[in-house]
């Protein structure tokens, strides 16, 4: 099954920009999509096809490519960011990579 | 308003059965992809199992082959998860998720827990 990897964790201050990335086997010849997921609630789709953001989602949320790596961006955090944060993708089947916790320090 | 409200999560025993249900509304529950996703305890996202619109295609994530069958009826707006043999690593709280595309989910429901424990 292909695999894709986050950190487990990232930090930043409120107002701040805070990068997560992603990484995978050719990366780049997939979309990569974007989920948050706050504590105890159902995730959200935040970005969609690498960069595209679904209608009410904030536009400090972004997402870019390059090469084996997919990064979801988050200007000017704050918060209500706080949160868990899933990257995802389709190969033969469906893949989510491990997640990252964005803690609002 | 999109809904998905799934339903039918227990506590079962181990080796047992349990049939998952989704109830979809708010969108043309026809044209969208189905997926089944959980998320154990204190874990991460895992897909399970994927129907395509038509409900002709289906897949299965490799620790559920053989042992779950996904399933939908467009004319009801309905999905269907038959889990059988559960053990222990089903535990987990089991979501609903469609997406336009196969390559991401627009919508989760709010999920449905199974616990599977003697």
């Known amino acids: 099954s292909y695999e894709l990897t986050q950190p487990p964790s990232v930090s930043v201050s409120p107002g701040q920009t805070a990068s997560i990335t992603c990484s995978g086997d050719?990366?780049?010849?997939?979309?990569v999509s974007w989920y948050q997921q706050r504590p105890g609630q159902s995730p959200v789709l935040v970005i969609y096809?690498?960069?595209k953001r679904p209608s009410g989602i904030p536009e400090r949320f972004s997402g870019s490519t390059s090469g084996n790596t997919a990064t979801l961006t988050i200007s000017g955090t704050q918060a209500l960011d706080e949160a868990d944060y899933y990257c995802?993708?389709?190969?033969?089947?469906?893949?989510f990579g491990g997640g990252t916790q964005l803690a609002v320090l | 308003e999109v809904q998905l409200v799934e339903s039918g999560g227990d506590l079962v025993q181990p080796g047992g059965s349990l049939r998952l249900s989704c109830a979809a509304s708010g969108f043309t529950f026809r044209n969208y992809e189905m997926n089944w996703v959980r998320q154990a305890p204190g874990k991460g996202l895992e897909w399970v199992s994927f129907?395509?619109?038509?409900?002709?295609?289906?897949y299965y994530g490799d620790s559920v082959k053989g042992r779950f069958s996904i399933s939908r009826d467009n004319a009801k707006n309905s999905l269907v998860l038959q889990m059988n043999s559960v053990s222990d690593e089903d535990t987990a709280v089991y979501y609903c998720?469609?997406?336009?595309?196969?390559?991401?989910?627009?919508?989760w429901g709010q999920g449905t827990l199974v616990t599977v424990s003697s």
């Open positions: 050719r990366l780049e010849n997939k979309y």
């Open positions: 995802q993708t389709w190969d033969t089947s469906m893949a």
């Open positions: 096809q690498d960069y």
């Open positions: 998720a469609a997406g336009y595309s196969t390559n991401w989910v627009d919508y």
């Open positions: 129907i395509s619109s038509g409900g002709t295609t289906t």
